[in-house]
């Protein structure tokens, strides 16, 4: 290799430069992200509710209370956004977590 690129193709470092790119990238588009949505119910424990926002969401107790008080004011409310399949992962854990319990806490999925 005597150290000078090629003028046209067939050089590995042009993949380098892939992020400079005019064009969008397939490879680079920024996945679809999808809201895990807890919803209202008259029967799950307001201290139920915050206890699934800390330990499946890794919320702090105070944004977990501010999450917990507007769905239960408002009848919904984000609790994280994720890439799809760690979004369904994390419906799924918390239906079945909050069915073991014996509460109907149910939370959803939205494409954001
Ligand atoms: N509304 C419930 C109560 O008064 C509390 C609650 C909040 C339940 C949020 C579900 O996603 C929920 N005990």
């Known amino acids: 290799m005597s150290g000078v690129r090629q003028p046209f193709g067939n050089d590995p470092m042009d993949d380098l430069n ?5 064009h969008p990238d397939q490879k680079l588009a920024k996945p679809p992200m999808y809201k895990v949505v807890l919803n209202n119910d008259d029967y799950t424990p ?13 919320k702090n107790e ?12 408002t009848g919904k409310g984000v609790a994280g956004v994720f890439p799809f399949s760690i979004a369904e992962t994390k419906v799924k854990q918390v ?6 319990h014996g509460f109907p806490l149910l939370t959803t999925l939205e494409q954001e």
């Open 18 to 22: 892939d992020d400079v790119l005019t």
């Open 46 to 58: 307001m201290e139920f509710v915050i206890h699934v926002l800390q330990k499946f969401f890794r």
């Open 62 to 73: 105070s944004e977990a209370v501010q999450i917990m008080l507007l769905v239960h004011k």
């Open 95 to 100: 239906n079945d977590f909050s069915k073991q």
